[in-house]
T-cell receptor, first 118, second 114 residues
Framework: AQKITQTQPGMFVQEKEAVTLDCTYD???????LFWYKQPSSGEMIFLIY??????QNATEGRYSLNFQKARKSANLVISASQLGDSAMYFC???????????????FGKGTKLSVIP | KAGVTQTPRYLIKTRGQQVTLSCSPI?????VSWYQQTPGQGLQFLFE???????NKGNFPGRFSGRQFSNSRSEMNVSTLELGDSALYLC?????????????FGPGTRLTVL
């Protein structure tokens, strides 16, 4: 079974609108971290936001927020007020195990290509 | 602070050759991970090094190897190149101590095998 599932291969959003990118995950490890990365056409992976499995509140970073629903194993990324520069591939990823104790191996989803329309 | 650097940025090789890619992590970072990205398989973990020791390895054949030096710089080597090795190879560094949660990625090396 896939550990990270992103069901939306592509999404379109109007500039200045909000958009939600879906991510579900599968793990039996009680300690894990969930990440979202942005990859523009240049190829570099840009860290956006992180949510730990024990975090009580949803993570937020500027225009990015993570809708974390632990029971549903869901970690959707919400981008508010979309900008043209948000057009890129977005990847959800998971690291299992404690930070500093376990490996820093990330398992990535297939990604969602977001296109922002002016 | 300088980011993660990877050299070279682009590389063209022919089948059967070998290649070495280099990654310099962010200063102070001791963990370096390598990932392969292809259109078909997506992003796949290759291996992780910490303090010159391989901590974890992904499901890749033995043709893929790596090492880490005392200054935390890392190299990965692919021997006997195959067409399917054409990919973007991404390196990421992490600060293990202090509970940091992020992996910072470099710009990648795009390898084309002809």
């Amino acid at each position: 079974a896939q550990k990270i599932t992103q069901t939306q291969p592509g999404m379109f959003v109007q500039e200045k609108e909000a958009v939600t990118l879906d991510c579900t995950y599968d793990t039996s490890d009680p300690s894990y971290g969930l990440f979202w990365y942005k990859q523009p056409s240049s190829g570099e992976m840009i860290f956006l936001i992180y949510q730990g499995s024990y975090d009580q509140q949803n993570a937020t970073e500027g225009r990015y927020s993570l809708n974390f629903q632990k029971a549903r194993k869901s970690a959707n990324l919400v981008i508010s007020a979309s900008q043209l520069g948000d057009s890129a591939m977005y990847f959800c990823a998971m690291r299992e195990g404690h930070s500093g104790a376990g490996s820093y191996q990330l398992t990535f989803g297939k990604g969602t290509k977001l296109s922002v329309i002016p | 602070k300088a980011g993660v650097t990877q050299t070279p940025r682009y590389l063209i090789k022919t089948r059967g050759q070998q290649v070495t890619l280099s990654c310099s992590p962010i200063s102070g970072h001791r963990s370096v991970s390598w990932y392969q990205q292809t259109p078909g398989q997506g992003l796949q973990f290759l291996f992780e090094y910490f303090s010159e020791t391989q901590r974890n390895k992904g499901n890749f054949p033995g043709r893929f190897s790596g090492r880490q030096f005392s200054n935390s710089r890392s190299e990965m080597n692919v021997s006997t190149l195959e067409l399917g090795d054409s990919a973007l190879y991404l390196c990421a560094s992490s600060l293990v101590s202090g509970g940091a949660n992020e992996q910072f990625f470099g710009p990648g090396t795009r390898l084309t095998v002809l």
